[in-house]
């Protein structure tokens, strides 16, 4: 009889499963398909082919997929490699608190190309991706004009603080910051447009709304200063670098997919005014599938005109990680990044460092999330090209979620890790 087992059945979505099917014949030709509906009642499924050894087993972390939506030696395959049933669509969960994702694990006969129905199923089983682990906190923070959400760890504290920041989705994304708390970072997810009473869209920066957040953080008794640490990706990115420039507050910088000067809006922080170098917002590009291309967006900053608008990291107290995906299809990260490190080089500054991926995309996330190529951006009202290779993708995923929590373990200090 078949069986498929999955443990551990509970875990952070970060966290490694191992997966393992017995009871079958030898060299049996079978498929394994992993199902998972979203909260926006989206169907994810991934499919992967396996011949079983002479014992009738199949071991994702040993046995090679021979085909399906990956092939090779992938143990967490199912769940990197998830895509969605409705186009352009991104698995981003919302209640990060009170619900997992329940993953759903089957195991066919033979090969399946299509999903065939679960009644056909030999053996499964369900597992639960969490996002926070057991006693992380979630406080909802309206304090001055601060609005976002606080997650605190387990345990008694003080933890050193995050502030975690996305770009142009808007709104207020979770998803990490809780994972973040479950490693032990009391994180602030901070809102900065189309959330609440904040402006509706994306428009000029005020650095001091993100430096009252990062006074309203380091002053909660559950923080542990003296300075905090950031989490950022895309237009996020580029402003956790001017916060890195100018507010003193910050001691470890992680730029996920960013660029190395002010664009599209100005930047303002007390007498200070950065304008941005303008978006070409007619070297867009629309593919076939109306999937909107923003890699021409962006001028090159290296031009003479610009040279004002380019953020003077080298003043930055505390330290900087880059985390690029060289085939980025949002922005030309690896150039934005190799300009900052010459630009320190230069100077004679050490502060810097970056971790350089080939052929993965611009939706660098944790390993939980899988592989996203292209999704539709509200603010926008189009699907956006992320770009990245997805086998490539995943393992950058992975080894860079380990490099962004040792950088913030040793800038911010130890912590206390939590796990289900």
């Keep these: 009889m078949a069986t498929i087992s999955a443990t551990p059945k509970s875990s952070l979505s970060d966290e490694p499963l191992k997966i393992r099917v017995t009871g079958l014949t030898p060299s049996q030709l079978m498929t394994i398909q992993a199902s998972l509906t979203d909260e926006k009642g989206v169907l994810f499924q991934a499919r992967a082919f396996y011949w079983t050894d002479k014992k009738g087993q199949v071991d994702l972390t040993r046995d090679a997929a021979k085909g399906g939506d990956y092939s090779g030696v992938q143990p967490m395959g199912l769940f990197l490699f998830l895509k969605p049933e409705k186009p352009f669509s991104r698995l981003m969960k919302r209640d990060v ?4 994702y329940e993953v759903r694990l089957d195991v066919f006969d033979s ?6 129905s679960q009644e056909q199923s030999l053996a499964s089983q369900t597992v639960e991706r969490w996002y926070t682990a057991p006693g992380v906190q979630r406080i909802l923070v309206r304090h001055g004009r601060v609005r976002g959400a606080l997650f605190l760890p387990a345990g008694k504290g003080p933890f050193p603080g995050v502030i975690d920041l996305f770009g142009g989705v ?13 490693r032990g970072f009391a994180t ?3 809102a900065y447009f189309a959330y609440e009473d904040l402006p509706s869209v994306l428009g000029p920066i005020d650095l001091e709304y993100f430096e009252e957040a990062a006074e309203f953080l380091l002053k909660h008794p559950q923080v542990r200063g003296p300075r905090l640490g950031i989490v950022a990706i895309c237009k996020g990115a580029e402003i956790a670098l001017a916060m890195a420039t100018y507010l003193s507050q910050i001691g470890a910088t992680v730029c996920i997919n960013g660029t190395n000067a002010i664009y599209g809006y100005p930047l303002y922080y007390r007498d200070l005014c950065i304008e941005p170098i303008p978006y070409k917002t007619e070297c867009v590009l629309i593919t076939e599938q109306g999937v909107a291309s ?3 967006l962006l001028e090159d900053p290296r031009a003479k005109l610009h040279q004002e608008s380019v953020l003077p990291v080298e003043k930055a107290r505390g330290k900087i990680l880059l985390i690029v995906g060289e085939s980025d299809g949002n922005y030309n990260s690896k150039a934005f990044a190799t300009e900052i490190m010459e630009r320190m080089k230069k100077l004679g500054r050490t502060h810097c460092s970056l971790r350089s991926y080939p052929n993965a995309g611009h939706l660098i996330e944790p390993p939980g999330s899988p592989f996203c190529y292209q999704s539709w951006l509200p603010v926008v009202a ?17 080894h860079s979620w380990r490099e962004i929590q040792k950088f913030l373990h040793l800038h911010l200090g130890p912590t206390q890790s939590s796990s289900l």
């Design 97 to 100: 608190i009170n619900s997992p």
């Design 170 to 182: 808007g709104g207020l994304t979770e998803f990490r910051a809780g994972l973040l708390a479950s």
């Design 188 to 190: 602030l997810a901070l």
């Design 111 to 116: 090969l399946q190309l299509v999903s065939p």
């Design 382 to 398: 189009r699907p956006v090209l992320w770009g990245g290779e997805a086998q490539a993708h995943a393992a950058a995923q992975v």
């Design 294 to 296: 923003f890699f021409n």
